[in-house]
């Protein structure tokens, strides 16, 4: 049974970095299309970034770019999201997702194509 575990939120002022870790087991994250979620007070879920299967490749949403990455550790089998520059408007809990095998360009951002969901962790940036 494929397992996701986040960890790595908190509070930081805005501006600062903060760097979280999803960590896989059950499966491997080579063999799995990885993306992050968020939910922000009162918004529904959006897409953050995600990376996919074998040779990885990174895609982001547009009000995070420039700003996050996600790097994969297939040796630790864990996907980091760093985040740099963080705006109060980044407060939200964030969700690492997952799906065996690929998912195309386009419907990366789709949250239903999603098999494998982490319990969140909550991000709090102070103004």
């Known amino acids: 049974q494929v397992q996701l575990t986040e960890s790595g939120g908190g509070l930081v002022q805005a501006g600062g970095p903060l760097r979280l870790t999803c960590a896989v087991s059950g499966s491997h994250v080579t063999t799995m299309t990885m993306a992050w979620f968020r939910q922000g007070p009162g918004k529904e879920r959006e897409f953050v970034a995600s990376v996919t299967y074998g040779t990885p490749t990174a895609y982001y949403a547009d009000s995070v770019k420039g700003r996050f990455t996600t790097p994969r550790d297939s040796a630790k089998n864990v996907v980091y999201l760093q985040m740099n520059g963080l705006f109060p408007n980044d407060t939200a809990v964030y969700y690492c997702?997952?799906?065996?095998?690929?998912?195309?360009?386009?419907?990366?951002?789709?949250?239903?194509?999603?098999?494998?969901w982490g319990q969140g962790t909550q991000v709090t940036v102070s103004g």
């Open positions: 997702a997952a799906n065996p095998g690929g998912i195309l360009g386009h419907d990366l951002a789709l949250a239903s194509l999603y098999r494998y």
